[in-house]
């Protein structure tokens, strides 16, 4: 068995620096996550996006094929419209 290696290799090295920004989630928010993150993963929902919106201080996920949730500062999740963008 003959292996072949190309002698025209080329590597690019990228380097990516990723600014991190502190959140401060409420307990009751962080709590809400959690739990909504559990439910989606016990139903096989892939969760595409998490972000906590500094301004407003809510959390935005994007799961599945089309799931929005918030998650405000209260930790009383809800589902997310599409009329409310």
């Not at 972000?51 to 201080?57: H, L, P, V």
């Not at 930790?75 to 963008?85: A, M």
């Amino acid at each position: 068995m003959k292996v072949l290696i190309s002698e025209h290799l080329r590597l690019t090295i990228i380097y990516v620096t990723i600014e991190e920004q502190t959140i401060n989630p409420t307990n009751e928010q962080a709590q809400a996550c959690v739990r909504v993150c559990q439910m989606l993963s016990n139903t096989y929902r892939d969760i595409h996006l998490f972000r906590f919106d500094i301004q407003t201080r809510e959390i935005y996920i994007l799961a599945g094929e089309n799931l929005q949730i918030i998650v405000p500062p209260s930790g009383n999740w809800r589902f997310l419209n599409e009329t409310e963008f």
